[in-house]
């Protein structure tokens, strides 16, 4: 790469900063906010799911309107939307206020990722992906990294509110930085924009999304397993919507694929099974352990360091083991860390903590820098258009899951009693590392040949591309 390309992908890099930022320091703060709400903790997936949510509804979208619109035009309002929505979150008195505005910000965020990765995937040549992926998430890892810390430190010395105000100087910087040097892109022969499949994939998701918060915080049974039926007959029905619309928008025929197709799906259920780390062990740690807000994001500090150094050690890696090798071995030995979470207790030395989340946070960075470049690595130029708003969906899709299955897994394992909440963490670390280990139903369908764009000359074991 060159300077300027390095250029232009760090200074589009500064969106996904921003989300991570904003995401990472939420964990940290729940047990703060559901105390100033008068609510249990875990009743504030809802407020980490509802973000989610709104990305995984309107990333599809992000494609066809940066292609219609021009990308610098939404790249813009996008920003915009997402600073005021941030405010927004600051200025809540109540749970309700909080989850409508971490929808907008969702809405914001799902223009805003998504057409930054776009214009870089349109610039940066296929065989310099890697090295392109590796500057791309430095300052999102970053954002990742500060987030715990900086969190503790806020909710101890100033307040949640706090973690929302010190987002809007990135906005104003990251605006004026793209005003310089982000590039436009347009697609003359963009499709009428499908509505139809909007509506029936948007309240598809949303219902059973909705349906799963429900059933996570002891709602009516009946009323939520309604709901998610009636969201499995819309989904249902966007499947053979998809099949006859000449432009639909989660285009199903890219998982014709099979690099894309191994990595969306196996990702969806290691992403779902990995979002109860960052979600349950600050809560863990707080009102089981009764350890303080800082000491908690010190110790979340130690598996973000470690997703941030690992991508420096990312190209190399990837290189000699190539994807089938990472995905598989690497996805086994993150599913094993999961579960050595179920073996902290209050008497658990700090130290210990440290070393444990430090490697599952670099295993679990590589899984995912793999995963990035598998995806995009056998598309060409148009597939990248559509993919980019699809697979950031279904990433979103799968984390925004895997925290409403963690409330509820909370909720079975304790009926409702937060007293026994200690061996109910227990039992659904064990569970979320046998979900992790069901992803390799996919990983190991990998071939030679797959992801074979992606450069990987030096891979061992025959995953090298210039091999049949």
């Known amino acids: ?51 989610a949510l709104t ?3 309107f990333m599809p979208m992000s494609g066809w309107l940066a292609g219609r619109f021009g990308s610098r035009r939404v790249f813009f309002a996008a920003v915009l939307l997402f600073a005021a929505a941030t405010a927004g979150c600051a200025l809540s008195r109540s749970l309700e206020m909080l989850v409508g505005f ?46 715990p810390p900086v969190a503790g430190a806020l909710v101890t010395y100033l307040h949640w509110t706090a973690l929302f105000w010190v987002v809007l100087p990135f906005c104003a910087m990251l605006f004026a ?32 999304l909705l349906a799963l918060d ?16 009636v969201s499995a007959l819309l989904l249902l029905a966007y499947l053979r919507h998809a099949r006859t619309a000449a432009a639909p928008i989660i285009d199903l025929r890219l ?7 191994i ?56 290189h000699r083991a190539g994807f089938r090798g990472v995905l598989v071995w690497n996805g086994i030995m993150t599913a094993l860390g999961i579960v050595a979470c179920a073996g902290f207790g209050p008497g658990t030395p700090h130290a210990a903590v440290v070393v444990v989340l430090f490697m599952v946070g670099w295993m679990r960075s590589l899984q995912y820098t793999a995963l990035n470049v598998l995806t995009y690595s056998d598309l060409n130029e148009k597939e990248m258009t559509q993919a980019t708003g699809v697979s950031s969906m279904l990433q979103q899709l799968a984390e925004a899951f ?32 046998c979900w992790a280990l069901a992803a390799q139903v996919f990983f190991i369908r990998l071939r030679p040949e797959h992801g074979a764009q992606a450069g990987l000359g030096g891979a061992r074991r025959g995953y090298a591309p210039n091999q049949p």
Request: charged content about 10%; aromatic content about 8%.
């Open 1 to 51: 790469m060159n300077p300027q390309h390095i250029y232009i992908a760090l200074t589009l890099a500064n969106a996904m900063f921003i989300q991570s930022f904003s995401h990472s320091s939420l964990g940290t703060a729940l047990p703060a906010i559901a105390a100033d709400f008068g609510l249990d903790p875990l009743r504030l997936s809802v407020a980490v799911t509802a973000e």
């Open 55 to 57: 990305l995984a509804a």
């Open 102 to 147: 971490r929808a907008l910000q969702g809405i914001g965020g799902a223009m805003m990722v998504p057409v930054s990765r776009l214009v870089l995937l349109l610039l940066i040549p296929r065989n310099q992906l890697v090295q392109a992926m590796t500057w791309v998430t430095i300052p999102a890892l970053m954002g990742v990294v500060l987030g």
């Open 177 to 208: 930085l793209a005003w310089v040097k982000l590039e436009d892109s347009r697609d003359a022969d963009a499709p009428p924009f499908d509505w139809p499949g909007v509506l029936l994939s948007a309240l598809g998701i949303a219902g059973l």
């Open 214 to 229: 429900r059933l996570a915080h002891g709602a009516d049974g009946m009323t939520a397993l309604g709901l998610a039926g």
């Open 255 to 261: 998982l014709q694929v099979p690099a894309y197709r």
């Open 263 to 318: 990595a969306v799906l196996g990702g969806v259920v290691f992403r779902s099974a990995q979002s109860c780390v960052p979600f349950l062990l600050p809560i863990l740690f707080q009102t089981v352990f009764g350890w303080s807000a800082l000491l908690t994001g010190g110790l979340m500090l130690s598996s973000a360091l470690a997703a941030f150094l690992v991508k420096f050690a990312a190209p190399v890696i990837l």
């Open 402 to 433: 895997g925290v409403g299955m963690s409330a509820l897994v909370m909720q079975l394992a304790t009926r409702g009693d937060q007293a026994a909440g200690g061996p109910a963490y227990i039992f659904a670390f064990v569970f979320f590392g």
